[in-house]
């Protein structure tokens, strides 16, 4: 048995055939037209896993539903994509109902991060783990939050978004409206704006890492400050939920070794040692796929 798993995401589009192992079959990736209407979209969703169920040689038997990540803000159990701020003609969009009906099988919506971290679960980092926070740090901040051996996702599916924790109420003005979030702080946006205007040129997160291995004077200082704001947005993370495991992923996570040890230095400090708690700080595992990973893992593990 097989499940389809798509992946909206702000830059690409990814479809694909997964197996029940996770395994990711034949797939589709197209870049995100934001300026094409949704349904457009959805047309060319649709002739994509048309292609794929050809090319594959599956029957539709062979299909148990389709799993779909979006990002949010969106209505994860009425399947619509409300608002999201990466896709701005998104607004309130039957995903669900609109892809059962034209392909007849059984569709579940979620969040890109609670997708993510299904994932992890299945096939990565979190494996062994009933009670972890996957956390990713991309162009944006989010998490997916598994407790007690499910996702917790809130009234509407929108829970975990902790890329708006006020971290600092001095520092500017986030997308949300606070001062000082997370996200503000520590994103992938966030160090190419707090780089670029220090450096007074456009440096991507990227460049700024590169800078920071070469020991750059100016950028090492303000890079340990993210990697701080990382460590307080973990710390949070510990205090709620007493996670065995936090694993990062995205992006910015891919700075790799400097990140994790600072991030895992201020967390002994304040969440571990003064409590015996032993809380592990990991990277995600998957990395190209996890999205449609993390969307089939919607049909073959999804419990409500
Ligand atoms: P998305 O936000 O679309 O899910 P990503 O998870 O790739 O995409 O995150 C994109 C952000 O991560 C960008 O700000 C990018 O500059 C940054 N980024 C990507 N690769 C690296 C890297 N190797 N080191 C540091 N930052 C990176
Ligand atoms: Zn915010």
């Given amino acids: ?10 830059t690409k589009i990814a479809t694909g055939i997964v197996d029940a192992y996770g395994q990711v079959g034949p797939y589709q990736m197209i870049p995100t037209d934001t300026t094409a209407s949704p349904m457009a979209v959805i047309n060319e969703i649709e002739d994509i896993i048309k292609e794929l169920l050809t090319e594959g040689d599956y029957s539709p038997k062979d299909i148990l539903g389709i799993g779909v990540c979006a990002p949010g803000p969106l209505e994860a159990r009425q399947g619509r994509i409300t608002c999201p701020p990466n896709l701005p003609k998104w607004k309130d969009i039957p995903i669900v109902n609109l892809l059962q009906e034209r392909l007849s099988t059984p569709v579940i919506l979620e969040n890109d991060a609670n997708a993510a971290a299904l994932a992890e679960k299945w096939i990565g980092a979190a494996q062994d783990s009933e009670h972890f926070i996957y ?10 939050l598994f407790l007690h051996g499910r996702l917790v996702t809130g009234a509407r599916g929108n829970a975990g ?16 409206g606070q001062r000082g979030c997370l996200e503000w702080l520590a994103s992938g946006t966030a160090i190419s704006r707090m780089a670029s205007e220090v450096m007074n ?32 947005g973990c710390v949070n993370l510990i205090n709620l939920f007493d996670p065995e495991k936090i694993v990062i992923g995205g992006g910015v996570s891919q700075a790799g070794q400097p990140l994790f040890d600072a991030v895992r230095n201020y967390v002994h400090r304040y969440a571990l040692n003064p409590s015996g708690r032993k809380t592990e700080i990991v990277p995600a595992q998957l990395k190209q796929h996890v999205g ?3 969307a089939a893992a919607l049909i073959f593990h999804h419990r409500e």
């Fill in 201 to 232: 040129r456009d440096l991507t997160a990227e460049d700024v890492f590169v800078l920071y291995r070469q020991g750059h004077e100016q950028i090492v200082p303000l890079i340990d400050q993210v990697f701080t704001y990382i460590g307080m």
């Fill in 1 to 10: 048995k097989h499940a389809i798993g798509i992946d909206i995401g702000g």
């Fill in 135 to 144: 956390l990713t740090i991309s162009t944006g901040i989010g998490a997916g």
């Fill in 292 to 294: 449609l990973i993390g």
């Fill in 161 to 176: 978004e902790v890329g708006h924790m006020v971290i600092d109420p001095t520092q500017g003005i986030c997308r949300c």
